[in-house]
Every structure is written in structure tokens, then in C-alpha cells.
DNA sequence: AGGCTAGGCGAAAACGTTTACGTAATTAAA
DNA sequence: TTTAATTACGTAAACGTTTTCGCCTAGCCT
């Protein structure tokens, strides 16, 4: 705060123009190691750091990158954005995190208060209130931006995602070999590919092994944990299912709630499994059965891709990195 | 990206100046209300958003604070974010993220690269592995700086804490009228006040029953799974004791699995508490008693108090601000 | 008429960098 | 020896704002 130490500063203690300096700086070829050293020790010595803005200003870079995201109070976001900070920890970027709390009006108000130089590129897992792509698609065109886990298809952007289908066709299976019939499915991320990945995994496995997927009932989830545990409470009321499929995280509260109100035991009466990133899944009463993701590792590709593009270099081949989860059975699921 | 839109772009457009132009975005008085409309509409219509390294470089603000956490992967640390991040939303403030691991190098680093004007101002809650006073007696001369939680002492500086001393105290009465006599306590945070606050208040509350403290084993929290398990299977074995007070959140899934692994049953052999925002605490087997620290309201008022003092209000004569913590009393100290 | 005030606006400097271009000295090529 | 190329550095413009200062006009008062 008193003097300031700027790179006129330097220039002048050390009787160089500042061009010189600032090539310096940035280990220009112009630049003789002589003098380099000279300026590296006296801004080491000064503490010199750059003005941000300034060299933002003039190079239009800003190693600032933005994270998109609904809420960083969810294990899987809180996951990814740990592997996105290490990586950007690596290659010297700076994390702003951005949350949407699923409302797709301040994502996109968010988003437009980036375009203006604010930072390199943006890291998004997109709101799941709705599916609006015409904004996106303009959007790719204006910044670096790499989706990862909720995404937008069909657009010129990179993608990384889990392999949703799959691991819900697997755990439905699981399901139906443990015996069950009557597989109710808790559904979010509806708009989203991923939600309907998932659903679709699990009504081809139960097509698959001649289960009738249309009569299977369905809760959609609804931001009121009251009301999800009132839609879960009806469902076990009134269709008796042997399983509940949960496709997020944010059922399982309510859906073991339920049964505790229900009096049904679990696995028992009625097995449970779902997506999740909980690390406290083996210790609830009973342990969960969960497909979980890779939270950390999408948060490290997403990254990567990013800084790889904005350091232009070449993404190897692919568009889309699709990364496997893993089915964790446990007792939930008891068989 | 194709047509810059800037002010002087305004300026051509409405030909008046581009002092005029930004004056009148910034609605000084001196700018007549015709010409801050002209202005107005023509800025939304061309979707203008000012260049923030420029107004940066100019007017030394940033609207941009920075976090600096051990780790966001954390529910307390998660929850603080999002109350940190909805009250820089309502001040129109961006927020930068950096996860130290509880790595005072990292945190020096980080927090040196953000003297330089990147950020306004910081909010900490600092890492555990050491206590190192000297360094933030100098900082908090350079720059705002808002603790909260971990907080360094006897500095010039904001500090949003919560009871830990009476909470603690409270907890282990608690322990002790379930019939518990033999307290062991898993001991985190043990540089930090808050460390010793808890701590403190565990052992007063066993001398103010008569129970000799010094006899109770202690573990100390590692940074290695492996190893807290470890040590909690040895206090388990060699010491019995008929409860384990844990002050904090890491230390539940070790000490749930040792007791598992021994064969002991929550509450009859040995009853469990715990610091935690762990949102499934009701749902673990058994129930979890907790001590939750209210996190998100810890980043509200810290974000809050931050933003004073960069509007340069005055805070409300005090520096300390106090939140109270919450005892929910479950299954796993059953009575 | 002359002087004053206030309102509304513009000119230009400044913030701290980066970078295109110029230049002098040295070295290599012819 | 002349010419070309290379090395090492400096000059100055530019990035897009904010802000100080000054100017002009209109209106008001003596």
C-alpha cells in the first residue's frame, strides 16, 4: 500500500526501460539472461507481482477461469470443483465459482457478466429447470467453455460426462436380480441428457429382462424436500414397490425418511439404490447401495480440456471424455 | 468477439464524450437525465457490460473477493460458501475460491498473490497445520480481511466464530448424563482456538462433574484415514472407553468403522458425538448426535461484515462476532 | 451591462502492463 | 571489406476505463 512496486519501479532502480523489464519478466528471447537475472532478483527481492488488471487489460488474458455450477453444497460439486482447483492450481489459473441453485435466469445472468473479459474460459454443469440450447449455442461461439456431467448436446463444445445408461442399466439389473419387480423410479435432471440417460438405462434393463417399464411408477423430483417426502410417502402407500431407483442424491433423505414413517425395513420390504456421492453411504442405517461418480477425476478432465484449449493445444481427437461410475452394493440393496 | 462495443463506441454513436458516457453509467450528478437515458438505452441495446481489468486498473476496485478454505470438498466449508456466495451476489461481488488442504505454504501463496488488486478483500478460515500469527498481524494491514471459524486471535481484524467452548461444554454434559464416565476424545483442529476451545470445554465439563480429565485418552487427529482408524481401534481396545466426543466431522467414518470392526454396539457399549454438518447425520446407523456449527449463516455474516467494511460502514462496534452452534441429540448417545 | 453561479459536458491524463517497431552494436556471411 | 543477419534493448502506442480540471452556456442578481 505505501510504495508502490510497479514494473516502472524496477526499470528505474535498475536503469532499463521498462519494455525491458516486462520482457524480462516474461523470460522474452529478446532478453539476454544477464538482465533477466538482474530483474528476477530485484522483484523477488521488492516482492514484485504484476498488476492483474493491468496486464489483463493490455493482453487479454486474465488466467481466470469461471465455474458454473447449481450449488457447491453437494457432494458431487464439491467434489469436482476440488479437482478443478488443483488443476487450475497447476497451470496458475484463478477459480471464480458461480452458483445457479438451479435457477436458469441467474446462469445466464452469471454467464453474461463473463463475456466481457472477466476471465478465459468457463466451466459449466448447466441448471436442470430447463433445456434452453439456443442460448448455449451462441454462447460456445463467444467463449471457451467446457460442460461437464449436466451438458448441452449437439454443440462445438467439449464435453465430459459419466457413462449414465450404462450404470443405470446395470444397477436396474442389480435390482431385478435381487428379486424386484416393482422398481419405482425417483426421477431428477429430467430436462437434462444425463436424467434422461439415466431413466432410460433403467427402462431398457427392465424391458430386458421382460419387466413392464411402463407401469413402473415414477416420482419427479421437486425442489420442497416436504413434498418429495410426501410424493415418496404416496408412492410406497399406494404402489407397494419391492425397490426405489433413485437417479440423485437429493432423494435419499426423504426415501429413508419414508420408509422410517412407513414402518418398511430395508432391504427387506423395499430395496434402495441411488446415485451418490455421499461418503457417509456405507455407515447409514442400512448402507446404501449408490452408483457413484467420479466427481473428482470429471472436475480434473473438465478442467484440463479447458486450459488445454486456451493454452491452444490440440484436444486429442475426442469431443466428448466419458468416464465410467461405479456401482457400490451394499446393504440397501441386500442381496 | 467481432464488434468490440466500449465506450468509446457509445460516445461515437450518441457523439458526446466518452467522459460524458461513463459518467452517466455511473449516474454522476453531473450528467443531465436526458443524456444518462440516451446512454442507458443504447448501453442495453448493444448489450454493453464494462471492461472490468480497465475500471479495475482505474479505479483500484475489483467487486471481487476471495475465499480462502482448507477444502471445499467439506460440508461446513460447502455451506459457508453458499452463504458467502449469496450475499456477494446481492452486493453485486464476484468470488474467487482457493483450497489450501490445510497447507500453510498454499495458503501463504495464495493469499501473497492477492495483494497485488485482484481482490478487494479476503475471507478466510485458515488451515490447521499451523499457527502462525506473524504473517496475518502483517497482512490484515494490507488488505480487509474477514476470519471466520479458524480464525487467528488478537488481531486487528473481523472474526466470525461460534460457541465452541460452551457448545462443547454442553455436549459433554450431555455424555456424562447419558452415564458415561470413560470420555475419549478425538482431537482436531488442536492449533486453532477453535481446536482448544472445544477441547477446553470438554474438560471443564468433566471436572465441573467430577471426572478426572487428565485420565481421558486423547487421539489426535492425521491427516491418513488409515490412520485415524487405526488409532481409534487402539483407544478402543486398550482404554474402553463408553464414549468418543469428536470434534470434528472427519473423524466419524473412522470411528463408526472401529466400532464396527470391533464388534461394539452404538450407544450400549460406546456412545458417539460429533461436530458435523453432515446432512445424513439422522440417517446413519445409528442416528448421529451432532454438535452443527450453523455454516451457512457463518458465511452470511462474514460475507456480510466483509462488505461493510469495503462500503467503508461501520461495523457495529464489535469485532467478534459469535453464532451459536446446535446439540441434536440422536441415537448414537441414546438417552 | 457586467459579474456570478451552476449545470452540463469535453479534453486529457492516468492506471500498469504488453507489444509492434525502431535502432545500435555485434557477429556472421559473402 | 562490405553486407546481411542477429542480438539486446528502447520508444511509444495501446488496452478501456475513471477522474480532474476547465470550458461554455444560460440564467440570475446587482
Known sequence: MAEAVNIKRLAQELNISIATVSKALNDSYEISLKTKNRVWTLAKELNYTPNPAASNLRSHKTKTVAVIIPCVANNFFSLSIKGIEEIARQYGYHVLIYQTHENIEAEVAFTNSLLNGRVDGILTSVSSSEYNSEYYTNLVKKIPLVFFDRVYENLDAVKVTTDDYEIAFQATEHLIECGCTKIAYLYGLENLPAGKARFAGYLDAL?????????????????????NLQHINELLREYKPDALFSSIEEFIIPAYCACREMGLKIPDDVKILSFSNLSTA??????????????????????????????????????????????????????
Chains 1, 2 share one sequence.
Open 207 to 227: 424391458k430386458t429382462h421382460g419387466i413392464a417399464a411402463d407401469e413402473q411408477p415414477v416420482v419427479k423430483y421437486q425442489d420442497d424436500e416436504e413434498l
Open 282 to 335: 456405507k455407515l447409514l442405517n442400512p448402507s446404501l447401495t449408490t452408483i457413484t461418480q467420479p466427481a473428482f477425476e470429471i472436475g480434473r478432465e473438465a478442467a484440463k480440456c479447458l486450459f488445454k484449449i486456451l493454452n491452444n493445444k490440440q484436444l486429442d481427437d475426442e469431443q466428448n471424455i466419458i468416464l465410467k461410475s461405479m456401482l457400490i452394493k451394499r446393504e440397501s440393496t441386500g442381496c
